[in-house]
């Protein structure tokens, strides 16, 4: 499942940021947004960025990547459809690499800070993924 999407992201983010690429990829479940539930060091609340003049489209998206079993959780509401959905699935994708890579990290803000300029970049630019996941649907 997202195989060609996942590949794709990776390759993005070895090639934009500082993190090898792996291509063994982690388990991706969709369940409904109440049932993300971790610990508040694992959860995270992504306010994800409003497009300028448009407030109405900001909403937060709970996703979580569980370094132990390497699993992105995602709202059941997730279709990858959008640049904000896939910015944060590749924001979760950047946890992935970091963890089977091994990083370590001072403190969680220091984990965080690469994921987010991952989502923010996939968000306002046009990734290569964007485009191919576009036209593979
Ligand atoms: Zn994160």
Redesign the pocket.
């Known amino acids: 499942m997202y195989t060609a999407l996942l590949t794709a992201i990776v390759t993005w983010i070895s090639a934009n940021f500082d993190l090898p690429p792996d291509y063994n990829y982690p388990s991706i479940k969709l369940v409904p947004a109440t049932q993300i539930t971790f610990t508040p060091a694992q959860r995270?609340i992504?306010s994800l960025q409003t497009e300028a003049g448009q407030p109405s489209s900001r909403r937060e998206v709970v996703s979580v990547?569980d370094d132990a079993t390497k699993t992105i959780f995602l709202p059941d509401t997730w279709k990858g459809e959008t640049a904000k959905e896939l910015s944060v699935l590749a924001?979760?994708m950047?946890?992935h690499l970091q963890n089977i890579a091994g990083k370590k990290y001072n403190c969680a803000g220091a984990?965080?800070k690469l994921?987010?300029a991952a989502q923010d970049l996939a968000a306002t630019s046009q990734p290569s993924f964007r485009l191919m996941r576009l036209h593979s649907t």
């Open positions: 995270e992504l990547y924001h979760e950047v946890h984990r965080e994921a987010y």
